[in-house]
């Protein structure tokens, strides 16, 4: 059992179990204001296709909106597309606000043949079979090749394409009915080559056309779809649900979804120029808001498509621009906003269980500045002030997770040290009451363990680490050993991290050498205020462990390392240290385990049974001499067993 990965590891952020939602704009915000107004579309083609009328997009909504529509499906035949769907609907509407029809009328002069409504004739709540079903993807085919064809004919003139294209993007939408009938209706979809179709529109001329698949993409990939139906139709279909969603990912993954993904990312501009007049920023807020949105679900198809299928991540960071994009993105000085958010939040799942994405963001470099050093510059803003907002909160937390994920290569710790990391975090943890100044113990534990963790040691001595790590170390106790939401204060875990920093140091510090003397020193001076602490500490681990036997033997002890084992194991690792190296801190030592009717043999039981379980490797010089660290407990529990 590899107990060091166990507890490192830092845990998966929120929106990895409660996936996000789309909010949006306040109706005070600049863009909420302008999106009354007129829009305009986003079109590559050229200058003179900024005439034509912008379809909107709207956001997405709780689930408990979701299950309320649901209900009412059979009679709601409008139920996709309704103005009501825009803002309180599951799905987005249809494209086109009632003013953006009325200047479709006007420009269409009367003529009654071209119809100006974005949606089709027959409504897509009769859509309940395969046949009907495929009678709706030939729409959706013609559309397609509708709006091609008069793009061509009539290039130079986007009012005479324009009803094309508002068709395109209500057949578009109208795709997801397929997430009422999964099981049904996806392998239909797949067979009938539709998942080429959709992802062939994200190259289109018109990035609102290219935004809108995007949104039906994650819609279709979306694990709420699977919980649907398994809901509706029974456990035991779970597996075969999940394969159906497999196979569309996979026809659209042979598309190459992904890169075309990574490149619309470039596509897309969610910053309003604040120079622009009032007036024509108004008017860009709406095109603003439309790529805020497209950046946000292009995100959120990135985070399907890996929960899905998680072996993706590696290919998402080492096949495309998406780690470069993300940084670039974080290294921003704008507000924190949804998007940076999600960003940083997505960062840190890319970064979990891959090293290739590890080392590739070590590697990237944006604007002479590799990926840690981007990371450390963002940090480095929180080092007085605590983040304003819970949003704010959350995009500081995963950037801290994402520094720590990356401490796993051994190139990136060097970076680390280079950058002058540790210096950064020790100024953390001397601000009082700030938000970083726990976090910064735990990246300055990642830094420090392992085979690479030497110079991050000997640099922590350097820059007087010690003093305010010890001072952190004295305000652990009983009662900040408890979850906590927020709060400068240490809690059980932060205390582990403390502790498997002093193990790190005592490992990897030479012996009889001014750093591994300073450390020593620290923990007996003041009248071994340290390591009396130290000892009260070790009362309290002890108390929370419950030591009854259960059958399962692994079972027992993952519940022990739930309550505090893996801090005592620390403990008592450090105590054993201690004991063998000064004379003075052994009798110390055994004095008060005395008064406890306790003696050595207590911390030498701790040892053994970390020992059994525990399989890491650890470097002890620049000669990368490694030395089990069963073989380092052996020579502990030896010494303690001879005393």
Known sequence: ????????????????????????????????????????????????????????????????????????????????????????????????????????????????????????????????????????????????????????????????????????????????????????????????????????????DNADIASAAIEVIEELTDEDVLDQANAEAGEEDAAEALEVMKELVEALLAQSLLELLVSNLGRFNDELDEDLPKEEAASKAVEVEGDAQAIYHTLGVVENLITTRPALADKLGGETSLLKWMLTRLAMKRTVDQNTSYAAELLAILLQDSDTNRDKLGATIVDEENGIDILLKVLSRYRRTSPASGEEQEFVENVFDSLCLSLFGPSNKSLFVSGEGVELMVLMMKEKKTFSRIRAVKVLDHAASGP??????????????????????????????????????????????????????????????????????????????????????????????????????????????????????????????????????????????????????????????????????IAIDEAEETLMTKDILDALIGYLESL
């Open 1 to 204: 059992m590899d107990v060091d990965k166990l507890f490192k590891l830092p845990s998966l952020p929120s929106a990895a179990v409660n996936k996000r939602k789309w909010t949006a704009p306040k109706p005070g915000d600049p863009s909420a204001s302008a999106s009354s107004s007129s829009s305009i579309v986003h079109d590559d083609a050229g200058p003179s296709d900024q005439t034509s009328s912008r379809p909107s997009k709207s956001a997405r909504v709780d689930d408990e909106d979701d299950d309320d529509q649901a209900d009412n499906v059979a009679e709601d035949e409008t139920y996709f597309f309704s103005d009501d769907d825009q803002e309180d609907g599951r799905f987005f509407g249809g494209g086109l606000t009632a003013e953006q029809k009325q200047i479709l009328d006007i420009m269409d002069s009367g003529d009654t043949s071209s119809s100006t409504t974005p949606y089709p004739s027959s409504s897509v709540s009769s859509v309940h079979d395969l046949p009907s079903l495929r009678k709706q993807l030939l729409r959706f085919e013609r559309a397609i090749n509708k709006n091609a064809e008069m793009r061509v004919k009539h290039a130079s003139d986007p009012s005479r394409f324009i009803d094309s294209e508002a068709d395109l993007d209500a057949e578009l939408k109208s795709l997801l009915v397929l997430t009422t009938q999964p099981m049904l209706f996806y392998p239909e979809f797949v067979k009938l080559g539709g998942a080429a179709s959709v992802v062939g529109l994200l190259s289109h």
């Open 452 to 617: 690479a963790g030497s110079p991050a040691c000997l640099r922590m001595i350097e820059s007087k680490a010690l003093s305010p790590l010890f001072s952190i170390f004295l305000e652990c106790n009983s009662h900040t050993f408890r979850k906590r939401p927020s709060s400068s204060l240490p809690s059980l875990q932060d205390t582990e991290h403390l502790l498997s920093i002093f193990t790190s140091l005592l490992t990897h510090l030479a012996s009889d050498t001014l750093p591994r003397i300073r450390l020593l020193t620290k923990f007996l001076s003041s009248n071994y205020t340290h390591l009396d602490h130290l000892l009260d500490l070790r009362e309290t681990l002890t108390s929370r462990i419950d030591p009854a036997p259960t059958h399962d033997e692994e079972d027992a002890y993952l519940a022990k390392l739930e309550q505090g084992l893996f801090s005592l194991q620390l403990l008592d690792t450090i105590l054993a240290w201690l004991v063998m190296e000064d004379d003075a801190c052994k009798d110390h030592v055994q004095t008060m385990l005395r008064r406890k009717k306790l003696d050595f043999n207590s911390i030498a039981d701790t040892l053994r049974e970390y020992r059994d379980n525990v399989g890491d490797q």
